[in-house]
T-cell receptor, first 115, second 110 residues
């Protein structure tokens, strides 16, 4: 069964450094998402991506964040200058369409630790 | 600001019992609702979705939706220790994203 994959599984970085989190969505899906989950808190939406552009972003997704689909398979989230409060699990999700029956499928996540 | 509320738990039930998980949402226009299960340190895993008022059954799971009351629930029959996890209610935000509740932690006691 197709699945969303994410790399790396765990990333440790120093405050102020840039990180890139990678995702490979399910191949026939058209909509891609990034969510984050701070330890013990709820899953929060960051950004959605469709047709090679951002379709929606949350207040969390400020100028420090960017997303890109550099080729036909990868979908990346870049954090330009990491802060301690960026430490969280980052989940990529993909969805075939946006009808009411279309589900978002989540990748296994990347745990980001900012020291 | 769209809100999705769930009791945080923990909800403890004995093995073999029915677990009942509840969710309320603030946007009356919401149409589709999803239940995910999340084990500690893992990603959300889809259990089932519902978009019509009433009940929808899938194996040991039954989702119930009441749009007039803005209420969604998930029943787990014959609960097993392996069902111990956090259950997330998610509401489709008009196709733009999912809004998640904080989750209910379920503990099934052997």
């Amino acid at each position: 069964e197709p699945e969303v994959t994410q790399t790396p599984s765990h990333q440790v970085t120093q405050m102020g450094q840039e990180v890139i989190l990678r995702c490979v969505p399910i191949s026939n899906h058209l909509y891609f998402y990034w969510y984050r989950q701070i330890l013990g808190q709820k899953v929060e939406f960051l950004v959605s991506f469709y047709n090679n552009e951002i379709s929606e972003k949350s207040e969390i997704f400020d100028d420090q964040f960017s997303v890109e689909r550099p080729d036909g398979s990868n979908f990346t989230l870049k954090i330009r200058s990491t802060k301690l409060e960026d430490s969280a699990m980052y989940f990529c999700a993909s969805r075939p369409g946006t009808s009411g029956t279309d589900t978002q499928y989540f990748g296994p996540g990347t745990r980001l630790t900012v020291l | 600001q769209k809100e999705v509320e769930q009791n945080s738990g923990p909800l403890s039930v004995p093995e073999g019992a029915i677990a009942s998980l509840n969710c309320t949402y603030s946007d009356r226009g919401s149409q589709s609702f999803f239940w995910y299960r999340q084990y500690s340190g893992k990603s959300p895993e889809l259990i089932m979705f519902i978009y019509s008022n009433g009940d929808k059954e899938d194996g040991r799971f039954t989702a119930q939706l009441n749009k007039a009351s803005q209420y969604v629930s998930l029943l787990i029959r014959d609960s097993q220790p392996s069902d111990s996890a956090t259950y997330l209610c998610a509401v489709d935000n008009y196709g733009q994203n999912f809004v998640f509740g904080p989750g209910t932690r379920l503990s099934v006691l052997p």
